[in-house]
């Protein structure tokens, strides 16, 4: 009888594996969401900066981000992902210190889905205009102006870059969400 006492005060100081498992992935989702919230404010704070004036061939040229369907766009999505990224790291906080249900993993996983989504839309968006400010469209007659107004160019750049860092973590973050909301039972 003492004997079988001791096995179960053994078995109760060892840790739970599945908790271990699921405080690890909690702590991973939340780093996730935290550098997805950082890149994507890093993106919007260098869109909304980019402006350059400059004068060519006695002709004043004011480059913004606001002049392009496309730069606005890619502005107002990565603001969008940054306010639910937020919401989101909020949701996951709390939902992962109460339970470990799968179907939470599984609205998680629509979102991080619809959030990446939207930030890739954006980043194609301003990538697309980026490259004509580039290299110009000769079939169209669109002259490239990144030659003149390269300040401006340089920032929009960057911020397409740390957009696109975000989007790679919103990928990992559909993965894992999707990975964990197959344990569904139906």
């Known amino acids: 009888m003492e004997n079988f006492g001791a096995k179960n005060m053994h078995n109760q100081n060892r840790p739970n ?6 405080k690890g992935l909690l702590a991973t989702q939340i ?16 869109i909304l900066i980019s402006k350059q004036t400059v004068t060519v061939y006695g002709i004043e040229m004011e480059a913004r981000y606001t002049y392009s369907s496309a730069f606005k766009f890619f ?28 179907k939470n993993y599984f609205y998680m996983f629509l979102h991080d889905l ?26 169209s007659g669109w002259m490239p102006i ?3 107004v390269d300040k401006f160019c340089r920032k929009v750049r ?4 740390l957009s696109y860092i975000a989007v790679l973590l919103y990928l990992c973050l559909t993965i894992i969400s999707a990975n964990q909301s197959r344990k569904i039972l139906v």
């Open 31 to 46: 780093l996730l969401r935290i550098l997805s919230i950082a890149f994507t404010l890093a993106a919007i704070v260098m």
């Open 17 to 22: 594996p599945h908790l271990k498992s699921h």
């Open 158 to 161: 960057h911020s397409i870059i």
């Open 146 to 148: 990144c030659d003149h």
């Open 75 to 102: 502005a107002i999505a990565n603001m969008i992902g940054c306010a639910f990224s937020v919401l989101s790291l909020i949701l996951a906080s709390v939902l992962g210190h109460k339970s470990v249900d799968p």
């Open 114 to 139: 619809i959030m990446m989504a939207l930030l890739l839309a954006g980043c194609a968006a301003a990538t697309a205009i980026g490259y004509v400010g580039q290299y110009g469209e000769s079939h």
